[in-house]
């Protein structure tokens, strides 16, 4: 194993483990926008009962959007300063991407929509929100698929 | 007279907004509101009500075409603790908000310069300008349109009661056993469709006063752009030394309220409960959304800097290096 002069921050494990970690929490906000967490009892945990105060979770749920967002921002710039020398994308990796883009532009366009001055159309407002639930549903079958076939995000690249 | 005039105001506004409603059909974020295009807003002066409830007949009449048909026996909800909300049985009353009765008349005792005075007046959805209902329901059934008006669609809204939760004054209202749940999950999602008012929008749309204000025979409410509203608002309540409630209200809403004693007396005098709404001050419910939403414009900024910024050091230390091996 070659020494990189050029070490991509998005290999190393504290990172990994931040962004599994913020995701987790992203994934279990968003749900909680959906009325289910009072009636499937996971409110009921102790400790748990903000999950169904619905501007708690929303709250959480755009702190995690902030982080997520500087956070994707470091990585894709860190990876064409640096990265973009020494390793290359794998094929799982461009998969995750095309659904991050998706999460998070809808997402862009959810925080917009609640604006006071931004009124979408009926049409679009439906699309929207349904289509940010659905890129994150792909994005966690994607996920969970890649770690059984243990598929990560860079390859090195060989000279 | 004074009824032609508001019409035809009214006319102009409708001509307006139906402009709007046509524009919000688009299915594109071209559609996202012009600075200019002025909402409409509905003035509620409570000294003239004398709470003879023909808007709530009004309403209940022309919108019966909307109220829910549930079929039955409802389908059994899991777990057991989920309720079923069913008032197709109860389709007369009209002392509280029901799926089948989208405004009532709430009424106040107060005393005014050491006298006891009646007021009574038409409690529905305020139409807030920045509605949480809509914005947070999560399937995109609760909208607002471009004209101020926030609609439930039936067609879409799986009676999760979201909005009726984040609504500062819950008025959505649900029945189970209709609408799109029924065909998903029924024993385990959802639990019918959420109904309010919905301003008329289908009169609206058609330059018709909404039902409650055109059938009022004491001029109750009058309909507008918002900005007239709230100018003749303020006139009156200068006018009478009167209040106001709704314009600051849940950072704004298109339901303004006047009245010649304090909204915090009526409040204390009106009876509230499941289905009454209170009249208590309302902060703006998604105010913490307008000011997170700056730091994200910030978030991905600072990422590229810090990016840049390793980027940065690790060439001058490389640069370094190589020229110490020189
Ligand atoms: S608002 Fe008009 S129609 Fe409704 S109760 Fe008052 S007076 Fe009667
Ligand atoms: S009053 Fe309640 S139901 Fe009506 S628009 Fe505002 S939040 Fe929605
Ligand atoms: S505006 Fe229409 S739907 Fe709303 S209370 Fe009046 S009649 Fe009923």
Redesign the interface.
Known sequence: MKAH???L?AGKKWLKTFYILLFTLMAFTGFG????FK???ISDIPGMGWSAD??VT??IH??G???L??????????YF??GRREFSLTVSAYVRILLLGGIVITG??R????????????????????AH?GFMMFYLLAALLFLIIKSGWVRELRN | MKKEISRRSFLKGGLAAAGAVAASSLPLPEAVKAATGEELATLIDIRKCIGCEACVEACQEVNEPKFPEPKKPFPKMYPSRVKVSDWSDDRDVTDRLTPYNWVFIQEATVMVNGKEETFSFPRRCMHCQNPPCADLCPWGAARKLRNGITRIDADICLGGSKCKTVCPWHFPQRQTGVGLYLDILPNFAGNGVMYKCDRCYNRIEKGELPACIDICPENVQKIGPRGEIIKEAHAIAKEIKGYIYGEKENGGTNTIYVSPVPFEDLNKAIEIGPGMPDLNPVKDSMAHADNLAKAMIIAPIAGIAAAAGKFYSTSKKLTHTEEGKK
């Open positions: 002069s050029y070490a921050t926008q959906m009325p289910i009636r499937y009892y619905f501007y929303h709250y755009y702190i959007a902030i982080l967002l500087g956070l994707l921002a470091y990585c894709i710039f860190d300063f640096t862009i366009f925080v917009l929509k609640n604006l006071p001055d931004v009124v979408f159309s009926p049409e679009f407002t439906l699309f929207i929100d349904i639930l």
